[in-house]
């Protein structure tokens, strides 16, 4: 039981900062141009030198919908962290981590929402670019929503022993 305690321990840490990474490097979406290689984060272009990123008006607030939500998905992982702490060393024998299960399905649910907004209205939508493709950030993600959500689980299935 201790083995799985640290597993889970170590991917949650993992996952928080995959999160950091994919919120603020800027490679969301890497493309060509006559340029060089642009890339494209949450809050930046990036050619040689890194600008702030205009988007359409209309898509405006779908970016901030998907800052917001990956903002968020990074607060309630930590606060899930920091209250698996608090319940291992408070809570009783044969408790449940349900308060921690639940912190970490809705920071699932807030990087859903997240990555789903920006695949619909951002994914290979920049002008005069060729082959557009996903950058790491993205990918990193995708896998923090794999691991958020078998981590959640986890934790509402596991007991203290």
């Excluded at 993992?14 to 493309?31: E, K, Q, R």
């Excluded at 006559?34 to 008006?57: A, E, P, R, Y």
């Excluded at 619909?120 to 670019?129: D, E, I, L």
Aim: aromatic content about 14%.
């Amino acid at each position: 039981m201790l083995v799985l305690l640290a597993g889970i321990f170590v991917v949650h840490i993992a996952t928080v900062i995959m999160l950091f990474v994919s919120t603020i490097a800027n490679v969301w979406m890497v493309s060509s141009s006559s340029f060089g290689t642009i890339s494209t984060g949450l809050w930046l272009l990036c050619n040689k030198t890194c600008n702030q990123l205009s988007v359409k008006s209309g898509d405006e607030t779908s970016l901030k919908v998907v800052q917001a939500f990956m903002i968020l998905s990074i607060i309630f992982s930590v606060v899930a962290l920091v209250l698996f702490i608090i319940q291992l060393f408070t809570l009783e024998k044969g408790k449940r981590f349900y308060m921690t299960g639940a912190v970490m399905l809705v920071c699932w649910m807030c990087i859903l929402i997240a990555v789903s907004i920006y695949t619909a209205r951002f994914t290979g939508k920049t002008q005069y670019v060729t082959n557009p493709h996903h950058g790491y950030c993205f990918i990193l993600a995708w896998i923090c929503f794999c691991f958020s959500f078998i981590i959640g689980i986890l934790y509402l299935v596991l007991r203290k022993k």
